[in-house]
T-cell receptor, first 114, second 112 residues
Framework: NAGVTQTPKFQVLKTGQSMTLQCAQD?????MYWYRQDPGMGLRLIYY???????DKGEVPNGYNVSRLNKREFSLRLESAAPSQTSVYFC?????????????FGPGTRLTVL | SQKIEQNSEALNIQEGKTATLTCNYT??????LQWYRQDPGRGPVFLLL?????KEKRKERLKVTFDTTLKQSLFHITASQPADSATYLC???????????FGKGNQVVVIP
């Protein structure tokens, strides 16, 4: 059981480049989430998917898009990266949909935008 | 504006003592509150969840209280050990849909 996996672990982009952060979970969880964590700030929710086939905006969705490809996978896309998107990105999943539940986090992707 | 406040200063504590962390919030009415642990370079790990109608929750050496009148949660680590050194995050679930709002975290350093 790998839990929540994220690729890549590290990435450096130039301003304007695009990339997709990948996330997969093998726990058969219904809900998945994308957060960013910046120094001196708490984790902030970017997008979430309560169940397969649904996605919704979180607190800081601007500049990002997501795809819930299937029950296992939830990707985050930066169409035109900006320095303000330099951050550590965490994917998480939870078993239950529409109710409070433990969230299981991946190891994170460290993104630098120059 | 909505705020979740955790102490920005690290808590240095002697091994064996009880560490107490505070999470205060304003302009939120959370239905649930969760605590996570985060080690450097890693993702957060869930520790405890407490509901608004629960006053206290325990798990091994950990204890959480939730006072909706004071808008505060306290997190206690009893008989602290060097392995407890980490950053502890408070997270609020406003509506029970598991969309969490996190505090900045409070670092604990347990000195042997």
């Amino acid at each position: 059981n790998a839990g929540v996996t994220q690729t890549p672990k590290f990435q450096v982009l130039k301003t304007g480049q695009s990339m997709t952060l990948q996330c997969a979970q093998d726990m058969n969880h219904n809900s998945m989430y994308w957060y960013r964590q910046d120094p001196g700030m708490g984790l902030r929710l970017i997008y979430y998917s309560a169940s397969e086939g649904t996605t919704d905006k979180g607190e800081v969705p601007n500049g990002y898009n997501v795809s819930r490809l299937n029950k296992r996978e939830f990707s985050l896309r930066l169409e035109s990266a900006a320095p303000s998107q330099t951050s550590v990105y965490f994917c998480a999943s939870s078993e239950l949909a529409g109710t409070t539940d433990t969230q299981y986090f991946g190891p994170g992707t460290r993104l630098t935008v120059l | 504006s909505q705020k979740i406040e955790q102490n920005s200063e690290a808590l240095n504590i002697q091994e064996g003592k009880t560490a107490t962390l505070t999470c205060n919030y304003t302009n939120y009415s959370p239905a649930y509150l969760q605590w996570y642990r985060q080690d450097p370079g890693r993702g957060p790990v869930f520790l405890l969840l407490i509901r608004e109608n629960e006053k206290e929750k325990r798990k091994e050496r950990l204890k959480v209280t939730f006072d909706t009148t004071l808008k505060q949660s306290l997190f206690h680590i009893t008989a602290s050990q060097p392995a407890d050194s980490a950053t502890y995050l408070c997270a609020l679930d406003m509506d029970g849909n598991n969309r969490l709002a996190f505090g900045k975290g409070n670092q604990v350093v347990v000195i042997p």
